[in-house]
Each structure stands twice: as structure tokens, then as C-alpha cells.
């Protein structure tokens, strides 16, 4: 009379969890392998390295109700044009520095990270650099001497000098200009380029 | 010659009078105290050490914590001295060790009990102690005194990895873990040596998810997207789902040993609540792949599967709340039925509310990346995790001293009752101010700014961000007090109590 019910027992829930658990886990393996291969160096959502070559934009686009990463003509960094094991390389380094240099404690990085100092995200596309012909030239100078090149914007907040070479700088400006080519699925939203017409 | 000989005489006498004053100032504490060990066994002095070194990172976390707020409101403070990026990494670091430390500590508690013999491994598990307290010493002495290197490889290995919430250089991975194996060797041998229960099989599954989700995060990647999936394969399936399971198995035992709940009712209820912790929790990961490059139908996925996370959640309130009613609250520490109640209750909304509130993609894309996530961030690792380890300090320090009498009627009540009232007001006064600021980002440098530089410092500079940061300040303020209280009430509460505490039986 007193028999507990198949959906109070312990020995349902016991089987239960193991199910659902392996169950999910499994799934998360498929789309694991599914999202890396979609998304190594090269390929549609997240380009090849060698795109620091080429001037690069962000756009909104009235169909898909979303910014897109708009790859355009040659456009090259530090006026040079990388091989394909150059950009690597280049890249590498920027990265290797922005982990070393801790950055992501202040900045965050495709939108994670802390919230002290703004997102790099989309970092190379931004207005604060005035115009295309100074970035490249301003970034480095930044980067090397922040106290001396603050972009405060009113705040008083400025970045410390992370005793940052200038090629780790040319690295980061590498690393930050290829990051700005992965299609974030429209992140951040309503972004307005340094392409962009006022 | 002479002169270096005398200067290291005396160095070496400074040296020995600061040994022997040291070695008073701690035998003064001692006798003051009033903790006896003996009361303790072999394996839950081991687990004291533990909690004794969590509660100092958790000073180390509020007050670096504080240090990071008030660099928000006066940036120029400890400029280039101790900057927001190193007090921030400390606040954060500190308190993922912390609760790691809770948690071993919790579960080398009950080892003995549940397993029903001593523990195989003791001295390993002491070394295994040391091992990681002196690590964690010099990982922190290194952040401090070192805080960056050059963009190379040995700068990860030696100085710091520079991802958030893991950002231990790659030798102190190594050590974490070796130092979670042999934790993971203890348990497996200490159960199988006495008896195994669903309690014990479910801990032991969830320490081999934990030690090999920290290696998916160990590795150096160029490609940016591939680096942040894997990141999160280890901060989201730890603090969402693992370290949520590793929260229901101590909180089964502790209401058993707290209540006197039936073992079958704790392990049923264990079992529904890994099915959806798991269930929801593994796929819901997809809310961090979102915006960083991943395709698109992570969107779907994140979004539906998160969405319902809160569910385990709701279930841990109902039948924390259920089993405290059953049992009219008649138990035998009221500070940690207390703790373990705002825990029920913290975890829902901290981690089930809080993250359902922006976790939807529509409004993520404009909430990602705000104060929004450090709201967030602050009730939920307080709520989950911060109230079960106070809990667990409780009744650690009420065996400590000789099983004594902490239910009602204790001397100075109004201690614990203060520090709960304290860090439970501060976190939450914290959450709201953040919240606020958050709000106000999302609005300002996100919809109308459209996320560039400009707009986060038109955000940040508009006094309704400020004014927040202010307000968390002074929230932190009171967290910090709470502390005080708390580690002052856990030193003191029951010293001159000669009452037993009552049995409580299963029923």
C-alpha cells in the first residue's frame, strides 16, 4: 500500500541523472567539435591571421538586423604586407602580451573580462583613433606611454605603463585588428566605425 | 669585513627576536582562544586547516576588493603601485581558492562520518595542504611584487596567464592539479575502505568532472575564440555546474547531521537535483558563447538551456526549506541552519535570478560585458558559495570546542546574528548598486553610444555610475565589517559554554 511511486523513488533519480548528465555531455562534445572547427584561424567566422592585410570594417546589416564584419581591400599594417607565417607570428606575439600584461583585469575581450577600462572587442574600428591615418601611429605611442598619451575622456582614469616593447606593441596592434575581423553574431550592438559617416 | 659580519648579527638577531615575538604573540592567541584539537579527529583537524586558511583568503578577497572599488572612485589611488588590474586579479583569485578550500575542507568534514573509517591518505592530505597553502602564498607574493612580464611563454608559466578568474601561472596549474588528485585519491580510498552511499558516489563523479574540466583551461592559444571556448569550458562548468553539485553533497550531508533528514529523502532529492543541475547547467554553458565568435545557434541553445538553470535552484529552496519545516527547525547549531538557509536562498537569487535577468541573448547583447555580470557575479558566489562554507566554519568550530551547546539561548547571539545580518546586507547592498550602474550602462554606452570608447566613459562618467560606485563602496564597507564580526563571533562563540549539544536522530 504504501509503495513509493516510480517518479519519488531514489533509484529513478539515480538513473535519471546519469542519463541526463551523459546525455548533455555528449551533446556538448558533438557541438564542441563543431564550434572549433567552425571557428579556427581561416575560416568564415573568425579569419585567417593574414587579414591585418587588409582594411577592415564593421557594418550593420539591414537583413540580418545585425552588424557584420565587412573585409575590404589591402590595407596594410605598419605599411607591410605579412606572409601568412608572419601575421602568425605577429598575432601571437599581441596576444601572448595582453595575457602577460594582465589586460583583461581592466579591459574586457569579446565583451569578458573586468569592467574598469573599455572593451578591445572591436578596439581597431573605434573613433577614439580620429582617422585611419593616425591610428596605427597613436596606438603604438598609447601603448608604449600610456601615462603620457592618456585617453581618459574626462574620466581621470589612466592606464599605468605596462612597460609594453614596441614590437609587443606592434603585436597587440596586430592581435587587436584581427580580433576585430570575428563575427560576433552582431556584438557589440550599434557600434559606429571609425568608417563610419557622421 | 667586520662591519658585514656585525650587519649580519644583526639581521640574524632581528631575525630571532621577531621569531620569538611571533611565537608569543601566537601562543598568547592560543591560550586565548581556547581551542582544544583534541576533540577533533585526524581527518577533521585536517579539514580546520583548510577552513583556517579559507577564512584568511577571504579577508584577502574583501580587501582587495575594496582596494579595486576605490580605485573606481579615485583612480589615481595606488596608481602604478598596485593597480586596478592586480587588486582586481587578487580580489577574484582569492576568492575561487577560498571556496576551494571551503569545499575540501567541508568534504575531508564528513569523510570520516559518512564514509564510517578513518581517512587512507592523512598525510598526504596534510602535504597536499602545504603544498597548496605555500603555493597560493607564492602565487600571490608573485602578483603582487611581479605583476607582468614580457609577452613571452615563461611569463605564463611563472608570472601570471592573464584569464580572468584563472589566471594562476601554468606551474601553480600543474599543482592544482596534483593537489585536487590526491584530495580526489582520499575520498575514492576512504570510501571504499568503509561504505559507499549515493552521497559518496555522487562527490566522487563530481571531483573527476572538476580535476579534468581545470586542464581544458590550461593551454596557450593564438586564436582568441578557441582560447575563450575552452576558458569557459572551466569557469562555467565549475561554478555552474560542478561546483553547484559539489554545493548540493555537503548541503544533503549537513541537513542530515543538522535535521535529521531521512538519508533517502537527502538522496533523492541529491539525485533530481543533479538531473537538472546537470541537465540545464552543461548546455546552458552556450550563454557564454554568445559574442565570441561561435556560430549562431549557440544563441538558441545558451538561451533556452540557461534559461532553466534557476530550476535546480528553486528545488535545493524547497527542500532546504521543506526539510527545516518537517523538523520544526529544531536543531543543534543555529548559526549554520541560519547560513545554510541564506545559502537556499542566496544561491536562487544570485546565481537563478540574477543570471536569468540577462542571460536571454536579446538582452544580453546589451547587458554582456557591464556591471551587470559583476552584480551578478557578487550574489551569486556569495549566495551559492560563500554561505555554505560559513555555515561549515560553524560547525566546525562548535566541535572544536567539545560538541557544545549552539542553539538557542548561546552568549552573545547577536554576534552571529550581526555578521549574517552584515554580509548578507552588504553583498546584496553591493548587488543592487551594481545593478544600477549596470542598468545604466547597458542604456547609455550600449544602446544609444553603440559601445564604442566614447560611450563606456560617457557612461562611466555620468553621475548615476558614479553615485553607484559609491554606494558599492560603502556596501563593501559593510561586507568587510560583517567579516569582522563573523571571524571575531568564531573565535569566541561558545568558549565559555559548558552545555552539550542536543543529539539530533534521524526521523
Known sequence: MNETPLWASESFWKKTAIWVTAGSFLILVVLTMDSLSKTSAGSKRVPAYTVINKKIDYQYNKELHKSMPVIGENEFLFGKEYTEDEARQLVDLGKKTTQAKNCMNCHTLLGNGAYYAPDLTKAWLDKGWISREMREDMMVKFLMDPENNARTFGSNRKMPNLDITEQEARGIIAFLKWMSSIDTNGFPYNFKTIEAEE | ?507
Request: with cysteine; aromatic share 18%; proline share 2%.
Open chain 2, 1 to 507: 669585513m667586520s662591519m658585514n659580519t656585525s650587519g649580519l648579527n644583526g639581521v640574524m638577531q632581528n631575525a630571532a627576536a621577531l621569531y620569538e615575538k611571533s611565537r608569543a604573540c601566537l601562543n598568547n592567541f592560543k591560550s586565548w582562544v581556547q581551542l582544544d584539537s583534541s576533540h577533533l579527529s585526524d581527518g577533521r583537524q585536517l579539514a580546520v586547516k583548510y577552513f583556517t586558511v579559507a577564512v584568511i583568503l577571504f579577508f584577502a578577497q574583501i580587501l582587495f576588493g575594496l582596494l579595486a572599488a576605490t580605485q573606481f572612485i579615485y583612480p589615481g589611488f595606488l596608481y602604478e603601485i598596485l593597480d586596478f588590474n592586480v587588486n582586481r586579479m587578487i580580489h577574484i583569485n582569492a576568492m575561487i581558492v577560498w571556496m576551494l578550500f571551503g569545499f575540501i575542507g567541508s568534504v575531508y568534514w564528513f569523510l570520516e562520518d559518512e564514509s564510517g573509517t578513518e581517512i587512507v591518505g592523512l598525510k598526504l592530505g596534510n602535504i597536499a595542504f602545504w603544498v597548496f597553502t605555500g603555493a597560493v602564498t607564492l602565487v600571490v607574493l608573485v602578483y603582487l611584487l611581479v605583476q607582468i612580464g614580457p609577452g613571452k611563454d615563461s611569463s605564463l608559466w611563472f608570472i601570471n596567464e592573464g584569464r580572468e578568474y584563472i589566471e594562476a601561472p601554468r606551474w601553480a596549474d600543474v599543482g592544482i592539479v596534483l593537489v585536487v588528485l590526491i584530495f580526489f585519491y582520499n575520498v575514492v580510498a576512504t570510501f571504499s575502505k568503509g561504505k559507499w552511499s549515493g552521497i559518496a558516489g555522487v562527490l566522487t563523479l563530481d571531483l573527476v568532472a572538476l580535476a579534468g574540466l581545470y586542464v581544458a583551461g590550461m593551454f596557450y592559444m593564438t586564436n582568441i575564440t578557441h582560447e575563450q571556448y575552452w576558458w569557459w569550458w572551466v569557469i562555467h562548468l565549475w561554478v555552474e555546474a560542478t561546483w553547484e553539485v559539489l554545493v548540493g553533497v555537503i548541503m544533503a550531508w549537513s541537513l542530515m547531521k543538522l535535521l535529521g533528514v531521512r538519508r533517502k529523502i537527502v538522496q533523492t532529492w541529491l539525485y533530481i537535483e543533479v538531473a537538472l543541475m546537470f541537465g540545464s547547467g552543461i548546455l546552458g554553458l552556450g550563454h557564454h558563447y554568445f559574442w565570441i565568435g561561435t556560430p549562431e545557434y549557440w544563441l538558441t541553445i545558451g538561451g533556452f538551456f540557461s534559461a532553466l538553470e534557476p530550476i535546480p535552484l528553486v528545488a535545493m529552496v524547497v527542500h532546504a526549506v521543506y526539510d527545516a519545516g518537517t523538523h520544526a527547525f529544531k536543531n543543534g547549531n543555529h548559526p549554520a541552519l541560519a547560513w545554510i538557509i541564506a545559502q537556499a536562498f542566496g544561491n536562487f537569487f544570485g546565481a537563478g535570478v540574477w543570471g536569468f535577468m540577462h542571460t536571454l541573448p536579446q538582452i544580453n547583447i546589451f547587458t554582456h560585458g557591464t556591471q551587470w555580470s559583476a552584480s551578478h557575479g557578487h550574489l551569486a558566489f556569495f549566495g551559492a558559495y560563500a554561505t555554505i562554507n560559513i555555515a561549515f566554519f560553524y560547525l566546525a568550530i562548535q566541535q572544536w570546542r567539545g560538541n557544545v551547546w549552539m542553539g538557542g539561548g548561546i552568549q552573545n547571539a547577536w554576534r552571529w546574528k550581526w555578521a549574517l545580518a552584515l554580509l548578507n546586507g552588504g553583498v546584496l547592498g553591493m548587488t543592487i548598486a551594481l545593478l544600477i550602474a549596470g542598468y545604466e550602462q547597458s542604456f547609455i554606452e550600449r544602446a544609444v553610444e553603440g559601445s564604442t570608447w566614447g560611450g563606456y566613459f560617457a557612461a562611466q562618467n555620468h553621475p548615476s555610475f558614479q553615485n553607484a560606485m559609491g554606494w558599492r563602496l560603502f556596501f563593501g564597507g559593510m561586507t568587510f565589517a560583517g567579516f569582522i564580526l563573523l571571524v571575531w563571533d568564531l573565535l569566541t562563540i561558545g568558549k565559555s559554554e559548558t552545555r552539550k549539544a542536543p543529539e539530533i536522530f534521524e526521523s
